[in-house]
Every structure is written in C-alpha cells, then in structure tokens.
C-alpha cells in the first residue's frame, strides 16, 4: 500500500539505502517496492518508518512507548541519544521521541525491539525510564543525593571541628579524622553529582546523564579518592 502522507520526509540523517539524502514517504515506498525483497531484513528495517508516513498501526496490540497514554505534546521534540538507536540497527539517524511514537506503531509488543524503543521513557514519558527491566523513578535518584548531603554537612561539621582549635589539630585521633572526613567531602560530592556526570550519549542509556567525558572522569577520579574514608 502507499503511505497515507506520501510527502512527509522521513527522519533527517535517515539514509537507508537512499545514497545519503533525506527521502520523502514517497520515496521510500517506491524504493521498497523496486528494489527490496518482501520480509528482508533491509525491508523490515525501512519499514519501520510506515508510521512515520501514516501507515496504521500493525496489530491491536502495538507497541507503546508510554504506559497507558501518548507522548505528552511538549515531550515530542526531545532528542533521542544515538545509543538507543545502535540497539535497533539504524546508526547516525537523528530523531525524537515523535519519530519513536511513529516507530512504535509498527511493532507489536511481544517483539523485543519493542522494549528496546521503550528504554528512553524519561526523555518521553515524564520522569520514568525503564532500564534493563528496572523501573526507576525521579524520587530514588534523590535519595541517594540527600543521604550524600546529610554525610557532607557532617564532614564540614567535622573538619570545622577540628581545624578551629590548635589543641585539637595536634591530637592524632583528630589528625586522622581530619583525613578521613576530607576523603568523606570528595565522596559525597561524587554522590551528589550522581547520573548527571555521565555522558548522555552512552552505549547503556542511564537516566538522568547529561555530562561529558569530562565530567564523567572527575567523579570517577572523587569516587577513588574517597575510597580512603
């Protein structure tokens, strides 16, 4: 069948097979028809963006990308890391949680590229994702953060403690405290800092990564250096 918006261009980036341009629906259609072989793993592949082109949905039990609901309007601009997408085979297209909605409606929920679309659910679906099977929500990233800002403010109230009276400094039950509780401070920063030092776009999608390599290698390097505590 032809699409139902044959002039809608697919994802941009999307070269499948179509000498790096950005094709329209159109186009697609009649590079399947010429050129693939029915239920071909190339075929399948660029079928996945009928949705895209307003194909209906494959089966009553399509694949949904949010629990009980759509992709919430101001959600369907976000980006989709590329890890997510080396997972379905399709490297170096750049789409959103729009182009994932589309995905989604040619699979059926048994498939296991259904729950392979479903793992950015935080970047679509409002605070959850589901990780490895794993659901985690906003609430249980910041329960380790305040339990790493409760050990902080005790450490400052340590060192406070200690640096502030020379009879004190001098005592080596002290000295060593002072240490301890300095290596204590670097490890609670790790904490605090949290999923938000990881690299966003990694090969395992994590919710709340939003860092760089950078940031990445100084909570790893606050992580060894509070090992001493």
Request: aromatic content about 10%; charged content about 15%; hydrophobic content about 35%.
């Amino acid at each position: 069948k032809l699409p139902n918006n044959p002039f809608i261009f697919l994802p941009r980036d999307s070269d499948i097979g179509f000498g790096g341009i950005q094709p329209s629906c159109e186009l697609a259609a009649a590079f399947v028809r010429s050129n693939l072989i029915s239920g071909s793993e190339e075929c399948q592949q660029v079928q996945l963006t009928g949705g895209w082109c307003g194909c209906p949905p494959i089966s009553e039990s399509t694949c949904e990308i949010c629990e009980g609901g759509q992709i919430q309007e101001n959600e369907l601009r976000n980006p989709i890391p590329g890890a997510y997408l080396n997972y379905l085979g399709v490297d170096d297209i750049k789409i959103t949680c729009e182009h994932l909605q589309s995905l989604a409606t040619q699979m059926d929920e048994s498939e296991a590229n259904c729950h392979i679309i479903q793992q950015p659910k935080h970047l679509c679906c409002g605070g959850k994702n589901v990780y490895f099977g794993a659901e985690w929500k906003v609430e249980y990233i910041w329960i380790s953060r305040s339990s790493a800002l409760l050990s902080l403010c005790g450490t400052i109230s340590i060192v406070v403690f200690v640096i502030t009276n020379r009879k004190r400094r001098s005592n080596f039950f002290n000295q060593l405290m002072l240490g301890m509780s300095t290596c204590d401070f670097l490890y609670s920063i790790a904490w605090i800092m949290g999923a938000d030092a990881i690299p966003f776009d990694t090969d395992y999608p994590i919710y709340g990564a939003r860092g760089n390599d950078a940031t990445c290698a100084l909570q790893s390097i606050l992580f060894q250096m509070g090992l001493g505590s």
